[in-house]
């Protein structure tokens, strides 16, 4: 970082203990190569799982191996990573998170589900499940670990004692409900390559406790790739499921399933790991949702067994996409350039999606296998990424034009998720049963950043991004300036507004990851400034459920950085939603060359039909002598 953008950092360090504001409205630094990576930071525990706390704090949960890093006594496997100083603080998560889920809360707090059993040297069972040497990692099986994040590095992992779940969970997914609690689904009790029916966990529960889990046939007839379900919370209310070759809706207020297509070409769930993320829900679309899903492998039940060269069969190149609330059959999309597996999706604040790492051959997982390379179960990594566009025509989506490779194989355990930025946060793999360097794919905890061709433009900076989101109620204003426009007024037609959850990253997922945009109108001024009149969400909270997000202004396909909002209530509840109101007519300046039409919906109306204390900022406010003193040296700072 430069000394200007240190001192613009303290600077809004100062500011914000002040105020409890100061928002980045720029980058802190150009990206060094545009559509390119670079190297930024150590991560201290590999990302086998990550997820976006606040807008410069990424927390990453790990397996427990022989870490470098000690806390309290042991290796850490958990750790806070800032993105503004490109520093890792090590976490002590308490139970063994090896493939453990995750979501947030509608309160904000993360949730991290399940685990595995206590472990010593090489990933082998401890004498004890309770603690003790080498790691004291207890057995997080049927752990419920639970952490709200901060900015000044005080927070901290607790596992959650009363109303844990009653079964153990390995490889689960979870998914926040429109009320805020999350759902738990399947997994197994101990773990394996792939799932069996004497380790199955067939079952789903809810956090908070509503009592004991309720089986799920599908769950028992789609073994034994069946590990991390493939879930979205529907505009509908209820559940896409897609696990092994199996599609189903889960109606889980009822307990009932109502079975789809199966999917075509490959299976997509954990170990084939195909990429899979939920399109963009627009006013165009009427919020509807689309699935995605891309990659994986097309092997046979009978098939997943290690007794043969897994590490050498290709992966998929097949993409195909579903509308499960229109439609229960798949439609083939454009294919992946290569067949991949492990590739994680990221929705981008312009609505198109990173596609980055994984492998060309093999699957997720790794062993003590003759033809193990090391002890992964994939070879020929892919480290040059691609985009896809879901508004390009059919044989037009997916691009590599600009971007450039990744000189780091990531293979199993590595993920990758947008951050406030607008970057993309990419870090980890390991196939390996413990932290290993003398093998092709070692342990990797280097951090880097990919940057978008947007980044390095000057951001726009709107003002009155409110700190909170409803559904339904009255539209706020967002101004922009003539800077933000470019000096042209009529560019208020190119510009989206957009909330992004980046979601919970691990094993080619991103649970909970969402974009949606929200419909606007604006006015524009003679004076080349605008203000764009905003709806909330639409009043229905199964479009995005509530808890933090990113919210993004864009203009002309250039974000501003994203802003943390929360959306809904802030409480674990069913959602207070209101009617829409409508939004005010497009208008522009008569001496204004804008095509008056807005680009974001229709003329105003919308088309769409132990918990977390928010903390009070007057509470935390210093005295006013305090606040001028402060205000002074982070002026200073910047004139300097």
Known sequence: MNTSAKRTTLACALLAAASSVCAQTQPASKAATLGGFSIVGNSIASAQQMFLGTETRVYIVDKVENNPTQINGHPAWAAEYSTDTNQGRPMDIVTNSFCAGGNVLGNGTWVNVGGNQAVTYGGLTANSQTGGAPYDDPDGGQSLRLLDPCDDSSCNWIVHSDNAMSTRRWYPSVETLPDGSIIIIGGNQYGGFVNSAGNNNPTYEFFPYRGSPINLPLLASTLPANLYPITYLLPSGNLFLQLNWATAILDYNNNIDYALQDVPDAVRTYPASAGNAMLPLTPANNWTATILMCGGTN????????????AAYPASSSCVSITPDLAGTYSEDDPLPEGRVMVSFAILPNGKIFAVNGANTGCAGYGNDSWAVGQSYADQPLQTPILYDPTQPAGKRWSRDGLTPSTIPRMYHSGAMLIGDGSVLVSGSNPNADYTTDVKYPTEYRVEYFYPSYYNSRRPEPQGVP????????????????????????????????????????????????????????TGSSDNTGTLHVSQMPPNPSILAPGPALLFVNVNGVPSMGKMVMVGSGQIQTQPVSAVVDLPPISMPTSSSGNGSSGSGDSGKSSAGKSRLLRSSAAMRPTSKVV?????????????
Not at 491 to 501: D, K, S
Not at 628 to 640: E, K, P, T, Y
Request: proline content about 2%.
């Open 299 to 310: 092997l046979q039940p009978d098939q997943w067994v290690n007794n043969w060269d897994i």
């Open 628 to 640: 001028l003193v402060m205000v002074g040296l982070a002026i200073a700072l910047v004139v300097r």
């Open 467 to 522: 700190s909170s989101i409803s559904y339904g109620g009255a539209y706020f204003n967002l101004t922009l300036s003539s800077d933000d426009l470019s000096g042209d007024v009529s560019n208020l037609a190119n510009t989206t507004v957009v909330l992004i959850r980046p979601g919970f990253s691990t094993h080619a997922l991103a649970m909970g990851q969402r974009f949606v945009q929200l419909n606007h109108t604006y």
